[in-house]
């Protein structure tokens, strides 16, 4: 015991405590680091070189490239396996963005084809794509599907601006 | 011979346009953004949230809304991680993911708008991260970026870091299951 202070296994103690303060201060001002879901990421570098993800429920559709050419792909984040989406990428088109439901039958998309911009929804249980025209005309460029799959926002660019179109789904 | 039929009857389905669709433009909150940009919308699960991306005080900013009635809800503890990019929201809107920027830096955040607690992220690696996509029960985060040149997507698991946000009527614990195989 130290006379009138703390004794030796107190201090070392206190300093313990002080020190794994300030690491918890430091890490706090740094951030939380958050795991990558394994082995998912493999999967995911063997894509090739990738963009614009949605995620919803299990589901996770991206833009990847592969052999010079871009296309959606759809995997199922809890066996990582992609799943196949007939019909949906065409050789001529250029996917720009992709959106996917919780339960990853609707996919959303925007594509260049022949020189125009397309909206379409893509149901994978009919394996059919519904192009949806955008009214008052413009480009679209960006989509995102409600997760439960019954709503769209599009960015669209009208008028010089770019503006947010809300297309309900029956 | 039926996924033959199937992509047949799916070739003459393309093309056929929308059908009654009801579509609307994303009203502005207020006449300040009449005559702005507005990108990058984003809607929580069910539709009740819409977040955007609008010009504020010379910087790119985000606009939360109620929908349908517009009304917009301040979002200020995001202010200092202006501009933003790329926002995501959950089920009910409780969590909202985005990309902010911090001493120059790119910061993932997410803020948990039930306790007005700000999560910032720390990426392991070196991924630089350009969009981002939160699963709507914010179990998982997907991040689409640049690493050593090159361009991919990385998923994150938070279940650890945040309470689910779960539909409406499901309880904690259920799977949002695929329905379809």
């Given at each position: 015991m130290i006379k009138g202070g703390w004794s030796r296994k107190g201090l070392r103690l206190g300093l313990f405590a002080g020190g794994m303060g300030a690491l918890a201060n430091l890490t706090g001002c740094m951030g939380t680091v958050p795991q990558p879901v394994f082995p998912l990421d493999r999967r995911l570098e063997e894509l090739g070189p990738s963009r614009d993800p949605s995620l919803a429920g299990p589901w996770l559709a991206l833009i990847s490239n592969r052999g010079g050419r871009d296309q959606v792909v759809l995997l199922n984040v809890e066996d990582q396996r992609p799943v196949p989406l007939p019909?949906?990428?065409?050789?001529?088109a250029q996917p720009l963005s992709v959106g996917v439901e919780a339960k990853g039958d609707r996919l959303a998309l925007v594509r260049q084809l022949e020189g125009r911009t397309e909206l379409l929804l893509y149901r994978r249980r009919l394996m059919s794509s519904q192009l949806i025209a955008i009214n008052p005309p413009g480009v679209p460029r960006r989509v995102m599907l409600r997760a439960d799959g019954r709503e769209l926002a599009v960015e669209v660019s009208r008028d010089g601006q770019w503006q947010v179109d809300l297309i309900e789904i029956p | 011979m039926k996924p033959l039929v199937l992509v047949a009857i799916n070739l003459l389905v393309v093309g056929c346009g929308d059908l009654g669709l009801y579509r609307r433009r994303a009203g502005p909150?207020?006449?300040?953004?009449?005559?702005q940009d507005r990108e990058q919308p984003a809607l929580s699960g069910q539709g009740e949230w819409l977040v955007s991306v609008v010009e504020r005080h010379g910087r790119q900013s985000l606009m939360m809304q109620a929908q349908p009635s517009g009304q917009e809800v301040p979002?200020?503890?995001?202010?200092?991680?202006?501009?933003?990019?790329s926002p995501s929201l959950s089920w009910n809107g409780r969590y909202l993911a985005l990309l902010g920027k911090q001493g120059g830096r790119s910061r993932v955040l997410i803020l948990d708008r039930a306790s007005g607690r700000l999560l910032p992220l720390q990426l392991p690696g070196d991924l630089q991260p350009e969009q981002l996509s939160l699963a709507p029960d914010g179990r998982r985060l997907a991040l689409a970026g640049i690493t050593r040149g090159r361009r991919l997507v990385q998923v994150f698991d938070l279940a650890k870091m945040i309470e689910p946000d779960l539909p409406r009527g499901l309880a904690i614990g259920t799977m949002v299951n695929p329905k379809v195989p």
């Open positions: 019909g949906l990428n065409r050789p001529n | 909150a207020g006449l300040a953004f009449g005559g979002l200020p503890s995001l202010r200092r991680f202006e501009p933003h990019d």
